[in-house]
């Protein structure tokens, strides 16, 4: 929903009926529902079997007072009169909750209004057709009305809509005209902040995208969301959405957000923290329908009174809006996806806007917002951006459920055992026997379509067997459903392979470069900013990110000096596996030598637990009086924190880390808390059968197979673990870059222009 003037509102019809005539109870009991392209290809379906006079994707729209309503009906036979709303479900249409039908003749009622007007009717038919995907059968509902009648039920939900409506429009423009007097919360901007604001602000009134190099230490949270709020107020931005890849990011952004507020008038600013269902869920033991949960019992009734008070708090991070859900007796998460609609600011994870099936993209589209879009630590987006457009199937998953599953997939699961066994024996017969990895020269187009008649058949078996569900069989629908989702737009930003360990046989769809999926995302974005302290080269983002060719890009200047950092390259030591046990003895000596030089807090930094243990055990046995906190292996929130408390102004001590791990990038120790860190590795990507693969890949696309698979990501965690030592103009520190290749030009040349190297 979107303000169309400053004295008018716009709103889509689904919108407007969903706010309006939705009652009863939350109700998300696992249903399988047609995939997009089967609900396009039913629709497609239907439309056919019309005749030659019927119109599609009807437009229409409106006006109520203030209230501008539009959106596109399904379909109208101007022979018979009738506007017709297409549904396409699974299952029995008798089990489909009644609240669901009441919102579809909700919608086929006002486009049948809307249609009226349109054509100056007197009368109209309006018709649901409910169209079952795996039987092709249409079942057909159909109303008569007359234009009075539905005028009168427009008006309706117009009326209630409206309040809330104006109270809208008048929060816009408390927002906008606060935004346009908001200054900057500090006495001056750091060195570089106003820069990066600065280009924030114009990337966005030339509505094109940034990729910000900036350091570390200049406030690039605050030094962001300034400048795109008030880009909100003057290219009348809908959302400005703040996306972050850890809980510390969202943790900054939240405290930002609050600085901001300080200065701005009460309420003018509605500020959402997005956390997991899984985080935010009150009662997990319980199913998501009213017979289960108390939250889902009459939620849409409470609704209405809970999200009122959520529009007058200011800030709704994690607590507070679940106080205020458990207030109103609604379910914490999903108020939180009703207030995503509402609120200015929202800050999340990045998969609420990148993955396949990202909230924050698919309202964006549907309800035709102009947004701005923060990434935070842009770095890590390649690693997970890949991830998110990655699926993979377990043979050893794939057995366990075609034993316990019922005879009705029996056919089916045969089907997909003997085009897996097919393909696993022709893998076999080239790479998969020797080195228990193989590459498939292309997509087992047979399996796929195997899988794809599986996940029909498991999802009608849901579908007629809703209390049955058993959660293997569900998981493995999931990742079915995934798998063969991604494979309809398999190309060669992709790889299809096949690993083998003892127990297991797994097949990946192996996602190389992310850009084709991302681009729709910033194509839908009035301007997008991607910040980090190691964004260079610039075109290794744009090539794997897929950024827009008209992408401006800045490289901010530190505001930190090279008196500040002595940066010493131990290049008489090599950190290479072959030679690692040689290592070990000469890093111990540098480590202590430079602890017992100047006491105080450092970090020691390795490429894997292993290495990082043997020179540990070699310190403490060497040099007993040296307190040392190592990571240990999957650590959680609490141990983190415990293992960061560790770090204090006045503590003496070195912690042992994991380059690439929780402690190498987004953790904050200014000050006394850490002086210093050591860097044995280059951080290079371990050369394995997969990576190899990703170097032909990009070799083939970009020509530069090694630098981007293993040379530019590895020193990008080189540089983000050495910028933890230095976070304020006042901070001093050391740093050593412990392996002989950082003595290369080429590797040099990657460093913060601000470093003077020296050799020790």
């Given amino acids: 929903m979107s303000s169309a003037t400053p004295s008018q509102y716009s709103v889509a019809v689904r919108a407007l009926c969903e706010f309006t005539a939705k009652r009863g109870d939350l109700d998300l009991r696992f249903t399988p529902a047609p995939s997009a392209q089967e609900g396009i290809e039913g629709h ?97 509902l159909v109303e008569p009305h007359s234009a009075q009648e539905l005028e009168e039920f427009f008006q309706q939900l117009c009326e209630q809509f409206l309040a809330w409506a104006k109270q809208e429009m008048a929060h816009r423009q408390r927002r906008d005209a606060a935004f346009k007097e908001m200054r900057f919360p500090h006495p001056n901007f750091r060195t570089g902040q106003r820069e990066l604001s600065e280009a924030i602000y114009k ?84 199913a998501c329908h009213g017979d289960s949960c108390p939250l889902a019992k009459g939620f849409y009734d409470r609704l209405p009174a809970a999200r009122l008070a959520a529009a007058a708090a200011p800030l709704l991070d994690q607590n507070q809006l679940r106080a205020l859900a458990l207030a109103h007796q609604v379910c914490p998460y999903y108020l939180s996806t009703e207030m995503a609609k509402w609120c200015d600011v929202i800050v999340g994870d990045y998969n609420y806007y990148f993955d396949l099936n990202a909230m924050l993209y698919g309202l964006t589209l549907s309800e035709s917002w102009k947004i701005g879009v923060l990434v935070d630590e842009a770095h890590n987006m390649v690693s997970r951006a890949r991830d998110m457009y990655s699926a993979q199937l377990s043979q050893r998953a794939f057995k366990a459920v075609r ?137 290794y983002f744009a090539d794997l990110l897929g950024m827009p060719d008209q992408t401006a890009w800045i490289d901010v200047a530190s505001p930190f000096s090279a008196d500040q950092l002595a940066v010493n390259v131990v290049d008489t030591i090599s950190t290479r596996y072959t030679e690692r046990q040689h290592s070990l003895a000469p890093i111990a000596e540098l480590i202590a030598g430079q602890y017992q030089q100047q006491p105080g807090n450092y970090l020691a930094f390795f490429s894997s637990f292993e290495y ?30 415990q293992f960061l408390a560790n770090f204090t102004n006045h503590s003496q001590g070195i912690g042992f880390a994991v380059l690439g791990g929780a402690f190498a990038e987004g953790i904050d120790l200014p000050g006394a808390r850490l002086i210093g860190a050591f860097i044995a590795t280059l951080g290079l990507p371990q050369i394995n059968p997969i990576n190899e693969q990703i170097k032909q890949r990009m070799q083939q696309l970009f020509g530069a197979g090694y630098d981007y698979t ?33 003595g290369q030009a080429q590797i040099q040349q990657l460093m913060p222009t601000w470093w003077e190297l020296g050799k020790k």
């Fill in 710 to 742: 293993y040379l530019y990501p590895g020193i990008q965690k080189v540089v983000q673990a050495a910028g933890r030592v230095i976070r304020t103009t006042n901070d001093r520190g050391v740093i050593y870059l412990i392996d002989d290749r950082f």
């Fill in 612 to 641: 990082m243990d043997q020179v540990a055990n070699v310190i403490q046995q060497r040099f007993p009086s040296i307190t040392l906190w190592p990571q240990t292996r999957r650590m959680d929130e609490d141990a983190r924190r």
């Fill in 44 to 140: 497609a379906q239907v439309t056919a079997r019309r005749g030659a006079n019927y119109q599609r994707e009807v437009k229409l729209e409106g006006m109520h007072g203030e209230l501008q309503v539009k959106g596109r009906a399904d379909g109208f036979d101007p022979q018979n009169l009738q506007i017709e709303e297409i549904k396409t479900y699974r299952g029995e249409l008798s089990d489909m909750p009644a609240n669901h039908r009441q919102l579809h003749w909700a919608q086929a009622k006002v486009y049948g209004h809307l249609l009226c007007q349109q054509l100056k009717l007197t009368q109209i038919k309006v018709a649901l057709i409910y169209f079952q995907v795996d039987t092709q059968k249409e079942t057909v």
């Fill in 203 to 286: 990337a966005s009134n030339r509505a094109c995208s940034l990729l910000a190099q900036a350091p570390t230490g200049i406030g690039k949270t605050i030094g962001s969301l300034f400048p795109m709020l008030k880009a909100s107020a003057e290219h009348k931005l809908n959302k400005v959405f703040f996306l972050a890849a850890k809980t510390s990011g969202r943790q900054l952004a939240l405290h930002a957000i609050q600085t901001l507020q300080e200065q701005l008038p009460p309420t003018s600013l509605r500020s959402l923290e997005l956390v997991s269902k899984a985080n935010a869920c009150e009662f997990p033991e319980n």
């Fill in 403 to 539: 034993k316990l599953a019922p005879s009705v997939l029996k056919k089916s699961l045969d089907r997909v055992n003997r085009q897996w066994n097919q393909f696993d024996k022709t893998a076999d017969e080239t790479h998969l026997a020797q080195n228990n990895y193989a590459v498939l020269p292309e997509l087992p187009d047979k399996f796929i379509q195997a899988l794809t008649t599986l996940c029909a058949d498991i999802g009608g078996y849901f579908a007629d067997n809703p209390t049955l569900v058993s959660p293997d069989l569900q998981q493995f629908y999931f990742d079915t459903l995934l798998f063969t989702r991604l494979a309809e737009s398999f190309g060669d930003h992709s790889i299809v392979d096949l690993s083998r360990t003892h127990s297991d046989t797994t097949l990946c769809l192996r996602n190389i470069v992310p850009a084709p999926f991302l681009k729709p995302r910033w194509a839908a974005s009035h301007s997008s900013t991607l910040f980090s302290a190691t964004l260079s080269p610039w075109n």
